[in-house]
Nanobody
Framework: DVQLQASGGGLVQAGGSLRLSCAAS????????IAWYRQAPGKEREGILC????????FYSDSVKGRFAISRDNAKNTVYLQMNSLTPEDTAVYYC???????????????????WGQGTQVTVSS
């Protein structure tokens, strides 16, 4: 079975940092592109970062560019989301998602991703 286990969320003050992890199992990790999405209360799910399979090309939404970074460790079947300079607007549930598509041109829509983690809450206080 495919499993994605997201962790690392929590409460942090504005200006602080957090690192989220998403541990994967049940599929060939190297062959999948991985994205982080987030969903704030009352808002649609937003794709914020993606790292492709093969070349490891990354894409960032404008809302996180320069503050967040995505990386993957194929040896550990884990993807990371490093979040710096957090603001209250970053408060959301964060999800990792994977797709066999080679996402080397864009982050993609939620429908492009086949499997999702359970989400981890990030709360940024002002």
């Amino acid at each position: 079975d495919v499993q994605l286990q997201a962790s690392g969320g929590g409460l942090v003050q504005a200006g602080g940092s957090l690192r989220l992890s998403c541990a994967a199992s049940g599929f060939i990790f190297d062959d999948y592109s991985i994205a982080w999405y987030r969903q704030a209360p009352g808002k649609e799910r937003e794709g914020i970062l993606c790292i492709s399979s093969r070349e490891g090309i990354t894409f960032y939404s404008d809302s996180v560019k320069g503050r967040f970074a995505i990386s993957r460790d194929n040896a550990k079947n884990t993807v990371y989301l490093q979040m710096n300079s957090l603001t209250p607007e970053d408060t959301a549930v964060y999800y990792c998602a994977v797709t066999p598509l080679v996402m080397n041109l864009r982050i993609g829509d939620p429908g492009d991703y086949d499997y999702w983690g359970q989400g981890t809450q990030v709360t940024v206080s002002s």
